[in-house]
């Protein structure tokens, strides 16, 4: 696995007037600059199903309350479990709840559609990144494991990079082009070397998941 300092010393091989070395004058400016990089990417990353979501937490409901805060760290939702307190293993997958009917194109659940006629265990859930709001309404305590993708902590120069060494590049390229800035340049570069660096490396290492066997193609038919 690769370090902190793995991502300097390509850095400066980038520009050859970066001081990264241990102690030098630009390492703390160095690891900003790469932790823009790592927040860029994990925003893009977020946005694609599966990819890297082998993160796994808890949260517990509260009785008689309709959401929990949504975990600080996670950024993209997989999967949510109720875990049988019986015994603490995942009993049914709670169903994302997306549309209020079958002829409402897209509506959203709103904020207090849970219903407070019933309560039990939840069966499914909304989000909108800060709560996650069960339905039915919680009787009591209950736990829910979360399968997902989180955001890593900050890269240090001793501190392991917790992505693939092929990200070591592109994540170096982005934060020299950050320290490179100047006063008055236009913050679409970052948006653009960004969607030019980051999403190969997602493509190449998000080809583990299949969706379902592919279909046959009929070459020959004929007819009776």
Avoid: C
Avoid at 7 to 35: C, F, H, K, P
Avoid at 49 to 55: A, Q, R
Wanted: aromatic share 10%; net charge negative.
């Amino acid at each position: 696995m690769a370090t902190g300092q793995n991502l300097l010393n390509m850095m400066e091989t980038l520009d050859l007037e970066l001081q990264l070395q241990s102690g030098e004058a630009d390492v703390v400016r160095g690891l900003t600059a790469l932790n823009a990089a790592q927040d860029y990417f994990e925003v893009l990353a977020a946005q694609e199903k599966d990819f890297l979501g082998g993160s796994i937490g808890t949260v517990v409901t509260a009785a008689s309350t309709e959401s929990t805060t949504f975990p600080s760290t996670l950024l993209r939702v997989d999967r949510l479990q109720y875990i049988d307190p019986g015994d603490s293993l995942p009993a049914w997958d709670l169903i994302p709840i997306k549309r209020t009917g079958g002829h409402s194109w897209n509506l959203y659940w709103p904020i207090n559609l849970t219903s407070t006629a019933t309560s039990g265990r939840p069966k499914a859930y909304w989000t909108n990144g800060r709560n996650i709001y069960w339905d039915p309404l919680p009787d009591a305590v209950h736990t829910v494991r979360w399968y997902g993708f989180i955001h890593q902590t900050d890269i240090t120069a001793a501190g392991t990079f917790l992505y693939d060494d092929a990200l070591i590049l592109p994540a170096a390229t982005f934060a020299v082009k950050v320290l490179r800035t100047g006063v008055d340049d236009p913050t679409t570069d970052y948006d653009n070397l960004a969607n030019a660096l980051f999403p190969p490396i997602i493509s190449a290492l998000g080809g583990f998941n299949r969706d379902g066997a592919d279909g046959y193609a009929y070459r020959h038919g004929h007819e009776t």
